[in-house]
């Protein structure tokens, strides 16, 4: 088989799907990632824009084949369909994501011939990053799984993350596969590539040695409840009861903690059957133990017909934050009425929610303020870094039973961690069955509960100040930046 056969990149293209994906948790090979993306980029590079379209949806469907398995899971061992239907949509989710490679290949050759000056792989960082912006916050309300910076946490370019965040670290990634690309096929100036590259990767090992932010006080003693109730059992009336004292023995359990976190929903009631009774006098304890009690359940209010996924404080202050970005096909669904038709026939029901409000004040526990999110809020790192001035720490409930033993939850903590890099603070994660964590500001993880059991997470954070250069720039200035960069090839382009 010839080099330039098209079967040949086809394959080569798929290959790189895979390779892409294992860079992520749980398997956590970083480096395939680079190569996967020099295998992809290079089958790109001489192809006509149809020949990168497929291509592109090859990597996409093998790179989303793998990585969001968990969908079928999801849907089939919790939501109670058949294997067949669950099978259809699984594809289905994994058949749309992957037109997003494809739209990036496809506009890149597109690109290059409104400027024939251009190689294909050098538009390619600019256009990939782009793309997966599209993905990441506006498509669907945002899907950012499997964006290229969260499999570099532990790499030399990790460095660059509090500074321009995950989108311009994805940047950094993929000019890195360009000029692999570059040394290999251009004779010229292989030097200063040589140079660029290692500039590229010394100065990433540079900054990872900075804090960026300080410590704001003393230690805290924090402790995190993983309840570990199966999702089949935890909406069952008859196991309210023993779900309540769970929660409340665990707690007197830790009043030593300053701060104790339940997971998302730890509650399978609304406040309004369970505050009088249950909710106020734990809140009495803690206040009487100088402890605060973060918990979380839904909200309803009957006279305007809305329900809200949330968290409430207990103890010396008490107060709420509703969910703001809700998930699609979970807590709302999109594409109506066409969305709500076909999964009515399935037989799938899902929640409605209502966002909470996007100016929510800051909750506070342990006697410091902190950004609240719930679920994946926390892949998006606009909600983390809204009033984060104001803020010593991040919180996350998540309740990841949803996918049971899948790959899922380790992609889940892998983007969490993430957060914590941006913005220079100790991230605590409370999940129902794991993974259940406390993660340092510069992406550690500190300690780590076993997943599917029942179990407290107990150790120390410190409340921290001061704000990292991604905190004041936020994704939006990269973004815009290459998004002028492209503009300017393109009337470039056609000027000449």
């Not at 009336?237 to 903690?257: G, Q, R």
Request: with cysteine; proline share 5%.
């Amino acid at each position: 088989m010839r080099l330039s056969s098209k079967i040949y990149w086809d394959l080569l293209a798929t290959l790189a799907g895979v390779l892409y994906t294992l860079s992520f948790a749980p398997f956590d090979y970083a480096y395939l990632a680079l190569i996967a993306l020099v295998l992809v980029f290079a089958s790109w590079q001489h192809a006509t824009p149809l020949q990168a379209l497929s291509r592109g949806y090859f990597f996409g469907l093998a790179a989303f084949g793998l990585g969001i398995s968990w969908v079928y899971v999801s849907i089939h061992d919790f939501g109670g369909i058949d294997a067949v239907s669950s099978s259809f949509l699984t594809m289905l989710c994994v058949a749309f994501w992957a037109i997003f490679p494809a739209l990036a290949a496809y506009l890149s050759v597109k690109i290059r011939l409104i400027n024939p000056r251009l190689n294909v792989i050098s538009i390619v960082p600019v256009v990939w990053v782009l793309v997966e912006y599209l993905r990441g916050y506006w498509v669907l309300s945002g899907f950012p799984w499997l964006q290229v910076s969260y499999s570099q946490l532990e790499t030399p370019l990790a460095g660059y993350i509090p500074i321009i965040g995950a989108y311009g670290s994805s940047f950094i990634v993929a000019l890195t596969a360009v000029l692999l690309i570059s040394l290999v096929q251009v004779k010229k100036h292989r030097g200063l590539m040589i140079a660029m590259l290692l500039g590229l990767w010394l100065t990433g090992a540079g900054l990872k040695t900075i804090n960026w932010t300080t410590a704001l006080d003393e230690p805290i003693r924090v402790s995190l409840i993983q309840g570990n109730v199966s999702q089949d059992q935890k909406w069952r009336p008859e196991n309210l009861p023993n779900t309540l004292n769970f929660y409340k023995t665990m707690t007197e359990a830790h009043w030593d903690s300053k701060v104790i976190v339940w997971p998302e929903t730890a509650i399978p009631a609304y406040l309004s059957e369970v505050n009088d009774w249950y909710l106020q006098p734990l809140s009495l304890s803690a206040k009487e133990h100088g402890s605060d009690l973060i918990v979380s359940l839904p909200l309803r209010d009957d006279d305007r017909h809305e329900r809200y996924n949330a968290v409430m404080t207990l103890g010396k202050d008490t107060a709420t934050y509703k969910k703001i970005h809700l998930l699609p096909f979970g807590e709302y669904l999109p594409w109506q009425p066409v969305s709500g038709f076909i999964l009515d026939s399935l037989g799938l029901s899902l929640g409605h929610f209502t966002p909470g409000a996007i100016d929510q004040t800051l909750l506070k526990a342990g006697g410091y303020a902190f950004i609240t999110s719930i679920c994946y809020e926390d892949v998006f790192a606009n909600a983390t870094v809204q009033n984060l001035i104001d803020a010593a720490y991040l919180v996350n409930v998540t309740n990841d039973g949803w996918f049971g033993h899948s790959i899922e939850p380790h992609q889940h903590l892998q983007m969490a961690r993430m957060r914590a890099m941006e913005t220079g603070r100790y991230l605590l994660r409370a999940t129902n069955t794991g993974v259940t964590a406390i993660v340092a500001p510069d992406g550690r993880i500190i300690q780590q509960a076993r997943s599917f059991e029942a179990t407290v997470l107990t150790g120390e954070i410190i409340p921290m100040t001061g704000v990292t250069p991604f905190t004041r720039l936020g994704d939006q200035a990269v973004i815009v930046l290459l998004a002028l960069g492209l503009c300017g090839v393109l009337v470039l382009g056609r000027r000449r």
